[in-house]
């Protein structure tokens, strides 16, 4: 089974940009949800979709919105970017919300 | 919103010490995850404890779910420098703060 693939793996964009990471779970799994981690905040919660829709959201700012396809690979959108969203995005994919997560490899996204 | 706080931030140690990390919640968890994060990788799930009580080992690593559901603990035995990187708890789609270790060889 192929693992969780996250595209691209690296992103350098200016500042007022916007920023579209790609992620597609594992096969069967239908809970994708993302992640923000930055070296002092640790792993912050974005949101979870799941069959194409929204089920859970973290506390982060309109700017930060995402989408889930009926195949179940999710996109994560930034707008207006800023030089504190510099982070590094990660993807887990999920059989059911509370179980295994598995994780993708991440996108550093650099923001200057 | 649910917060899962975890001690200490970092810890490092001498290869062949111990080291313990704790998870905290305010309140019952119904289950808890534990993950490893190497430097440089992503997290990777170790372990999910349900029962309380619950005491679980992996060689070296121990984890323990509390009682009342509210803590957990991991306790690496005789650390290595295979040991080195960040573990997580988590409790759904939450991770706690994660702690760092070190260890010198």
């Known amino acids: 089974k192929a693992g969780v693939t996250q595209t691209p793996r690296y992103l350098i964009k200016t500042r007022g940009q916007q920023v579209t990471l790609s992620c597609s779970p594992i096969?069967?799994?239908?809970?994708v949800s993302w992640y923000q981690q930055t070296p002092g905040q640790g792993l912050q919660f974005l949101f979870e979709?799941?069959?194409?829709?929204?089920?859970n959201k973290g506390n982060f700012p309109g700017r930060f919105s995402g989408r889930q396809f009926s195949n179940s690979r999710s996109e994560m959108n930034v707008s207006t970017l800023e030089l504190g969203d510099s982070a590094l995005y990660l993807c887990a994919s999920r059989e059911g919300w509370n179980t295994e997560a598995f994780f993708g490899q991440g996108t550093r996204l650099t923001v200057v | 919103g649910q917060q899962v706080m975890q001690i200490p931030q970092y810890q490092h140690v001498q290869e062949g010490e111990d080291f313990t990390t704790y998870c905290n919640s305010s309140?019952?968890?119904?289950?808890i995850q534990w993950y490893k994060q190497r430097p440089g990788g992503h997290p990777v799930f170790l372990i999910q404890?349900?029962?309380?009580?619950e005491v679980k080992k992996q060689k070296r690593l121990t984890f323990q779910f509390g009682e009342a559901k509210k803590n957990s603990s991991l306790h690496i035995t005789a650390t290595q420098t295979t040991d080195v990187g960040t573990y997580f708890c988590?409790?759904?789609?939450?991770f706690g703060t994660g702690t760092r270790l070190q260890v010198f060889p």
């Open positions: 309140t019952t968890l119904s289950n």
């Open positions: 404890l349900v029962k309380s009580g």
């Open positions: 988590a409790f759904k789609l939450i």
């Open positions: 096969s069967g799994h239908r809970s």
């Open positions: 979709y799941f069959s194409e829709t929204q089920r």
